[in-house]
């Protein structure tokens, strides 16, 4: 069990335009999902906390207008890069945790993340 | 406060010999601490957990680690490298009281040499 995928594994855009990234916890309930930004050869940067049915909690530095996250269920996040330039090409991962009081809601279960491209 | 150090940023080692790769930690809560594997592209997957069980910790694909607290580490092991083994692997430490506060080591790139 905790099995976390997100679509769609790569995009290539243009630059000006915005693209959607899904993330589902597909055989568990996630009341927290995290989205990550990681360059090559880094570590994983957080960027949002999100809880299902509030407003997402983002790291300093990040721009909330420039990346809007929802959480509107128990199983789906999605991360929407408005108007994406270059510099905002990376590989975005997510990542989900359970419900708190059932077993394992102490570890993150990682998506296969997504290659983000911008022209 | 809560840190990781990845002590070794790189480690090579034979296919067939032992591998170590170092963790160490500090935190102001009791804290629970996680091994995870990225394979190139890819995104990461749990190799192991310390909670607040016992002290040393088997995982998946012949892994181990041993939280010793009096030396603040969480150092990741596996008796026999196999080719596949060869990934980034990330220190990871979150704080018990509140598991939102995840913080993550910079990371070990682990070659296997056949």
């Known amino acids: 069990g905790a099995v976390v995928s997100q679509h769609p594994s790569w995009v290539i855009c243009k630059s000006g335009t915005s693209v959607k990234i899904e993330c589902r916890s597909l055989?568990?309930?996630?009341?927290?999902m995290f989205w990550y930004r990681q360059f090559p050869k880094q570590s994983l940067m957080l960027m949002a906390t999100?809880?299902?049915?509030?407003?997402?909690?983002?790291e300093q530095g990040v721009e909330k207008d420039k990346f809007l996250i929802n959480h509107a269920s128990l199983t789906l996040s999605t991360l929407t890069v408005t108007s994406a330039h270059p510099e905002d090409s990376s590989f975005y991962i997510c990542?989900?945790?359970?419900?708190?009081?059932?077993?394992?809601?102490?570890?993150?279960?990682f998506g296969p993340g997504t290659r983000l491209t911008v022209l | 406060a809560q840190s990781v150090t990845q002590l070794d940023s790189h480690v090579s080692v034979s296919e067939g010999t032992p591998v170590l790769l170092r963790c160490n930690y500090s935190s102001s809560y009791s804290p629970s601490l996680f091994w995870y594997v990225q394979h190139p592209n890819k995104g990461l997957q749990l190799l192991l957990k310390?909670?607040?069980?016992?002290?040393l910790v088997k995982g998946i694909n012949g892994f181990e680690a041993e939280f010793k607290k009096s030396e603040t580490s969480f150092h990741l092991t596996k008796p026999s490298a196999h080719m596949s083994d060869a990934a980034e692997y990330f220190c990871?430490?979150?704080?018990?009281?509140?598991?939102?506060?995840?913080?993550f080591g910079p990371g070990t790139s682990l070659s296997v040499i056949p």
């Open positions: 310390y909670t607040s069980a016992a002290t």
């Open positions: 999100s809880n299902e049915g509030s407003k997402a909690t983002y």
């Open positions: 055989d568990f309930q996630a009341t927290t």
């Open positions: 990542s989900a945790r359970r419900r708190p009081g059932l077993g394992g809601a102490d570890t993150q279960y």
């Open positions: 990871v430490v979150s704080d018990r009281t509140s598991y939102d506060k995840v913080i």
